[in-house]
């Protein structure tokens, strides 16, 4: 499990800290706007901190969402077969727009290229 707090940087053109959430299941979110990484790790045993980038996504507010961003994935493992444990990061965004949440998704989405963003 990631520790919870702990945070991690994404972004290559402009760079945007998110705050690690731990797993998908115990997400608690914050009330809020922002963004989100939902990532996991394909590595657990040899490189235990290293996560990979499966989705990235926006939030009117997390509180909101939380409970159908869980069941989509959920769902998602279910249908690619995954028993993979997923994890939650977070960058809040207080007084943005949609607008601005959506052009940092779509930016991190081009440089990452998440699987399930396609």
């Known amino acids: ?3 919870l707090g702990t945070t991690v940087t994404f972004g290559k053109r402009q760079k945007m800290t998110f705050r690690s959430e731990g797993t998908l299941n115990e997400w ?10 939902i990532t996991y790790k394909r ?4 490189k235990p901190k290293a996560h990979t980038v499966l989705y990235f996504g926006d939030a ?6 939380a409970p159908s961003i869980r069941q989509d994935f959920q769902q ?9 444990e997923l994890f939650v990061f977070c ?15 779509r ?5 990452y290229d998440p699987q399930a963003n396609h």
């Open 60 to 65: 009117d507010n997390f509180t909101a969402q």
């Open 107 to 111: 930016q991190l989405v081009m440089e």
């Open 1 to 3: 499990m990631s520790a």
């Open 43 to 46: 590595d657990a045993e040899g």
């Open 28 to 37: 608690r979110p914050e009330a809020g706007p922002g963004i989100y990484a």
């Open 91 to 105: 960058h809040p965004m207080p007084s943005s727009s949609k607008y601005e949440r959506s052009n940092l998704t």
């Open 76 to 84: 998602w493992c279910k249908e690619h077969g995954s028993d993979i």
